[in-house]
């Protein structure tokens, strides 16, 4: 009898920690949801912020890139011109190919190529050091793929820039599939790049569950289109407004497959 009631309170005290990773407090309602969900086959990936650190990467580089300006002649205080330029990402996008021609033309009234050139070349090799996946991803996938889990990125980059990181982060040959702005062109909002998604999974939506980092541009569309998914907290400063799983380590993925 002792035994059966070891067993059952360790049950128990898996499915309460299970029961938090869902953002519930009772192991009922846990388990109620539980067995209406349908067994995962498959994991969507966003890539920033979910496997790689991108906005540790992008301060870094871009402070990177303004030291190597101003060694190159331009006049600026540091923490003035890295206010600027960060601040110009959300005017003209992260994924800006013309970024410091931007910032020079307001700082400077034209765009030197000089400062340019040296602000290009400082920025890349501050990313290749940069650049890295977050603790556990790369044994994470690896345990995915030996469950037979498929996994696929679907992300906004445009597709030689989503390369370039995954390339200098060591994850180029972890995915099946790889989907970026260039496949569609379109963005996640759209539906558009889930919908190719389940078109080379060969899967239906329930079967699958969306990872990502933004309520708004990967939790949000993917529950319209019918995925299963989870949030990354980790790195994260702001929790999400709605119920959703929530990961605090990449790792706590598996507990979704097993």
Excluded at 68 to 96: N, P, R, T, V, W
Excluded at 184 to 194: I, Q, V
Excluded at 231 to 248: Q, S
Aim: charged fraction near 35%.
């Amino acid at each position: 009898m002792k035994k059966k009631s070891d067993d059952t309170n360790m049950i128990k005290t898996k499915m309460r920690e299970k029961a938090k990773l869902f953002g519930f407090s009772k192991t009922n309602k846990y388990d109620k949801v539980l067995k209406n969900k349908p067994k995962i086959k498959a994991i969507i990936f966003d890539m920033d912020n979910t496997l790689l650190d991108f906005f540790g990467y992008k301060i870094k580089a871009t402070k990177a890139a303004l030291k190597a300006m101003q060694k190159a002649g331009l006049k600026i205080d540091s923490k003035k011109g890295y206010g600027k330029m960060f601040s110009m990402y959300y005017i003209h996008g992260f994924e800006s190919r013309m970024i410091f021609q931007k910032f020079l033309e307001d700082v400077k009234g034209y765009a030197d190529p000089k400062l340019i050139a040296a602000a290009m070349i400082a920025y890349r090799e501050a990313r290749e050091k940069a650049l890295k996946p977050y603790p556990d991803v790369k044994p994470t996938l690896r345990k995915l793929k030996k469950m037979g889990i498929k996994t696929i990125i679907v992300s906004d980059a445009f597709r030689l820039k989503a390369w370039l990181r995954l390339t200098s982060a060591g994850l180029q040959d972890e995915f099946d599939t790889v989907i970026t702005h260039n496949d569609t062109l379109d963005y996640k909002a759209s539906l558009k790049p889930f919908k190719l998604a389940v078109k080379k999974l060969k899967l239906k939506p329930e079967q699958i569950l969306m990872v990502g980092d933004s309520q708004k541009r990967d939790i949000e569309p993917a529950k319209r289109f019918g995925f299963q998914t989870c949030i990354a907290m980790y790195g994260k400063k702001h929790a999400p407004t709605i119920n959703v799983p929530r990961l605090k380590s990449f790792k706590d993925v598996l507990k979704f497959v097993r």
